[in-house]
């Protein structure tokens, strides 16, 4: 089967602290991947990308990490703001172009 | 830039009726996805159309089907709707179809009584 995850249902973080949220895939061969954020009513929100090549890759206060080795992949989020509280998911691209995502992980700032 | 817009944004339709969702790609952009997006779950891909051609489906029945316009704007049709079709339906646009990221519009919010 093919499947994208996430290990917590929901994350709560003090404002000021780093989250970090945690997805499992399973297809070896995507090569493609991606972090949405989506907050209440609204869209996905494209937050990083990261393709099957590189292990780590940075953008403003958020770090996506790649493990092949283990099909895992992570989003940090420095210095965590009450603008933060959403759920994110993370999505692989599959070979006819679409994105599989999964469940989602909702974050909740306490200021 | 406009970015992706969805109309409209919430509809109520009975069992067996049928319904059209719109979607206006971002400039630029002629490649457009729809998915589906049941509460408290991701999205699910319905299907793709680049350059007014479907271009990949999803598991879900003809019932669902879709038609993209010259200028890339698209609709999505249901027909024959059922209770479980109710969801937030999303259209995400991005400029090809060879792992580009997709950007995603608000939405529709469909409820079928």
């Known amino acids: 089967g093919e499947s994208v995850g996430l290990h917590l249902p929901t994350l709560s973080v003090q404002e000021g602290d780093n989250s970090i949220i945690n997805c499992a895939y399973s297809n070896s061969a995507s090569d493609y991947f991606i972090w949405y954020k989506q907050e209440s009513g609204k869209g996905p929100q494209f937050i990083i990308d990261?393709?099957?090549?590189?292990d780590k890759r940075q953008g403003q206060r958020v770090t996506v990490l790649l493990n092949k080795t283990v099909k895992h992949l992570s989003l940090q989020i420095a210095a965590t703001q009450p603008g933060d509280s959403a759920v994110y998911f993370c999505?692989?691209?599959?070979?006819?172009?679409?994105?599989?995502f999964g469940k989602g992980n909702q974050v909740v700032v306490i200021p | 830039e406009t970015g992706v817009t969805q109309s409209p944004t919430h509809l109520i339709k009975t069992r067996g009726q049928q319904v059209t969702l719109r979607c206006s790609s971002q400039?630029?952009?002629?490649?457009v996805s729809w998915y589906q997006q049941a509460l408290g779950q991701g999205p699910q891909f319905i299907f793709q159309y680049y350059r007014e051609e479907e271009n990949g489906r999803g598991n879900f029945p003809p019932r669902f089907s879709g038609l993209q316009f010259p200028n890339y704007s698209s609709e999505l049709n249901v027909n024959a709707l059922e209770l479980d079709d109710s969801a937030l339906y999303l259209c995400a646009s991005s400029p090809g179809t060879r792992q580009e990221t997709q950007y995603f519009g608000p939405g529709t919010r469909l409820l079928v009584l």
């Open positions: 990261i393709r099957s090549n590189m």
């Open positions: 400039s630029g952009h002629n490649t």
């Open positions: 999505a692989e691209r599959r070979g006819n172009n679409r994105l599989a």
